[in-house]
Nanobody, 119 residues
Framework: QVQLVESGGGLVQAGGSLRLSCAAS????????MGWYRQAPGKQRELVAG???????NYGDSVKGRFTISRDNAKNTVYLQMNSLKPEDTAIYYC?????????????WGQGTQVTVSS
């Protein structure tokens, strides 16, 4: 069983910064992708950023240049540094882990952490 535990959400003023963390535990393949998605009220869940176990990262268009994803493979932990936050970044942020299996990936989700950016 795989568990994802998120931390670091909260309330911040526009222009401020927050850092999210997500620690994974359990049976995790060494080839995996960890990332962050977000869902705002009335909107679909969208990719924020993802990073492979090899260190390749990709970002959603709306956060490029403001957010940075990183990971510590020894700790199975992924981080999301969010700078220059905007009110439209307000959402529940979910940690995601895709762990390699035969024929594809197992998909795991954290419980979500609220990020609120006030104007």
């Amino acid at each position: 069983q795989v568990q994802l535990v998120e931390s670091g959400g909260g309330l911040v003023q526009a222009g401020g910064s927050l850092r999210l963390s997500c620690a994974a535990s359990g049976s995790i393949h060494s080839t995996n992708v960890m990332g962050w998605y977000r869902q705002a009220p009335g909107k679909q869940r969208e990719l924020v950023a993802g990073i492979t176990s090899g260190g390749s990262a990709n970002y959603g268009d709306s956060v490029k240049g403001r957010f940075t994803i990183s990971r510590d493979n020894a700790k199975n932990t992924v981080y999301l540094q969010m700078n220059s936050l905007k009110p439209e970044d307000t959402a529940i942020y979910y940690c995601n882990l895709k762990s390699l299996k035969f024929g594809g990936y197992n998909d795991y989700w954290g419980q979500g952490t609220q990020v609120t950016v006030s104007s």
